[in-house]
């Protein structure tokens, strides 16, 4: 059976800031989903500049603290994005794979440059900016209880930190946090209806929404091993993969995560389908302390590569650690008539960042033979978007289901 938490955010982090512009507060707090530190130098501004003006002032590192109309900042930062876009495209002339490095290098920068333009939350989780949304449901689900934020405020000051408590300081942060924690809780609320499962997935901020679903259609359609009691689903996310299993017919299903976000995202979708009873979720680092099983399901990141926060965490996979974590272990978690499945598409290989050669390296290595494999062509909006410098890369992209065994 899957765990209920009450409340299974943690407090929103706490770091004091000294900046000028807020002599007259007791405390400021900065949140970052990207654990940037916040930034040295801060304006504040609450009518429109025009864009060049705000670039150049953003590109010398000072960041904008947007006072004004909601829809105004956020009028901003697109504006501001859009030119950064069109001069990370200009600027991306490598071949592959040094171009793939180039434009990650390039994003990071503009997600860094955009997290300068801040918008100040109140402490009771509301904006004080005209025309400003209703966000305190959304930032008490992704954020934390607001009163339990004062809380461990209160508890930290008492153990040696220099702000004073009288009053929970407000929080610093970036505009484009805030619209990434509004757009979540959006998906959240609607939920992500799945063909595969027949019905919807509730994601959270910071887990990976299932909105490609043609891997979940792999899943489906490919008939489980002869005897099949028992399944792990590595790397569970929103606990999509394990609930298909579960109604394919497979009795017990152990859906592990390591991200703590996506073990509540998990247990509560797996709850609300009804099917805690035959699935369970818990935490683990790979396949460590499993059980034998008669199927070991991963679909791991696709792209090497060093995750910025934990949404990017399900797509890069520094040096492959979790794939090749999974074809080393998954052997001794397999009986004799045991299966791995491998959910996995050619990016990284088309991108040069991966060979087939080297994948079916990993694969014997590990002591693990391929029985067969089935494809289906990726379908995404990123394929046909040319705006998007991997537009004819994504294009040729195909998804596969590798079946594997034991040697």
């Known amino acids: 059976m899957t765990g209920r938490s009450s409340n299974p955010h943690s407090p929103l982090p706490i770091t004091p800031v000294a900046w000028e512009a807020f002599a007259h507060e007791r405390?400021?707090?900065?949140?970052?989903?990207?654990?940037?530190?916040?930034?040295?130098?801060?304006i504040e501004i609450s009518s429109a500049i025009p864009s060049d003006q705000i670039l150049r002032?953003?590109?010398?590192?000072?960041?904008?603290?947007?006072?004004?109309?909601?829809?105004?900042?956020?009028?901003?930062?697109?504006?501001?994005?859009?030119?950064?876009?069109?001069?990370?495209?200009?600027?991306?002339?490598?071949?592959?794979?040094?171009?793939?490095?180039?434009?990650?290098?390039?994003?990071?920068?503009?997600?860094?440059?955009?997290?300068?333009?801040?918008?100040?939350?109140?402490?009771d989780w509301s904006l004080v900016n005209r025309r400003a949304p209703d966000i305190r449901a959304a930032c008490e689900a992704t954020l934390g209880d607001a009163a339990a934020t004062h809380a461990c405020l209160q508890t930290r000051s008492l153990s040696g930190e220099k702000h004073d408590t009288t009053d929970t300081p407000p929080v610093i942060l970036p505009l484009s946090d805030l619209l990434g924690i509004l757009s979540a809780y959006q998906w959240h609320l609607k939920g992500v209806e799945v063909a595969a499962l027949g019905a919807r997935i509730h994601p959270r901020h910071g887990v990976f929404a299932p909105t490609r679903q043609e891997y979940l259609e792999l899943v489906a359609g490919?008939?489980?091993?002869?005897?099949?009691?028992?399944a792990i689903d590595l790397g569970t996310g929103t606990g999509v993969i394990a609930a298909i299993l579960a109604q394919k017919g497979?009795?017990?299903?152990?859906?592990?995560?390591?991200?703590?976000?996506?073990?509540?995202?998990?247990?509560?979708?797996?709850?609300?389908?009804?099917?805690?009873?035959?699935?369970?979720?818990?935490?683990?680092?790979?396949?460590?302390?499993?059980?034998?099983?008669?199927?070991?399901?991963?679909?791991?990141?696709?792209?090497?590569?060093?995750?910025?926060?934990?949404?990017?965490?399900?797509?890069h996979d520094p040096e492959h650690r979790m794939?090749?974590?999974?074809?080393?272990?998954?052997?001794?978690?397999?009986?004799p008539s045991g299966q791995a499945w491998l959910i996995i598409s050619d990016l990284a290989e088309l991108l040069g960042l991966r060979s087939r050669e080297t994948l079916l390296q990993w694969i014997?290595?590990?002591?693990?033979?391929?029985?067969?494999?089935?494809?289906?062509?990726?379908?995404?909006?990123?394929?046909?978007?040319?705006?998007?410098?991997?537009?004819?890369?994504?294009?040729?992209?195909?998804?596969?289901?590798?079946?594997?065994?034991?040697?």
Request: glycine content about 6%; overall charge positive; some cysteine.
């Open 27 to 42: 405390a400021i707090r900065w949140h970052s989903s990207s654990k940037w530190p916040h930034p040295k130098r801060l």
């Open 57 to 123: 002032l953003l590109q010398q590192g000072t960041a904008i603290l947007w006072r004004g109309d909601f829809h105004e900042g956020r009028q901003i930062l697109q504006s501001v994005k859009r030119r950064l876009s069109n001069y990370m495209r200009r600027a991306i002339k490598l071949p592959m794979p040094q171009g793939f490095h180039q434009l990650r290098l390039a994003r990071s920068q503009q997600a860094r440059t955009l997290g300068l333009i801040l918008i100040q939350i109140d402490p």
């Open 222 to 230: 490919t008939a489980l091993p002869a005897t099949c009691e028992s």
């Open 250 to 315: 497979v009795p017990s299903v152990l859906a592990i995560e390591s991200h703590q976000p996506a073990l509540q995202c998990a247990r509560d979708n797996i709850d609300r389908l009804g099917l805690g009873d035959r699935v369970t979720v818990r935490k683990g680092d790979l396949l460590t302390g499993a059980p034998v099983v008669d199927l070991i399901v991963c679909n791991p990141p696709w792209l090497p590569g060093v995750a910025r926060n934990p949404l990017e965490a399900a797509i």
């Open 323 to 335: 794939l090749r974590g999974f074809l080393a272990q998954a052997p001794t978690h397999l009986p």
């Open 364 to 407: 014997s290595e590990a002591g693990l033979r391929v029985i067969d494999r089935v494809d289906t062509r990726a379908t995404h909006p990123k394929a046909a978007d040319q705006k998007d410098p991997l537009a004819p890369w994504r294009a040729r992209e195909v998804t596969s289901l590798w079946r594997l065994s034991l040697a």
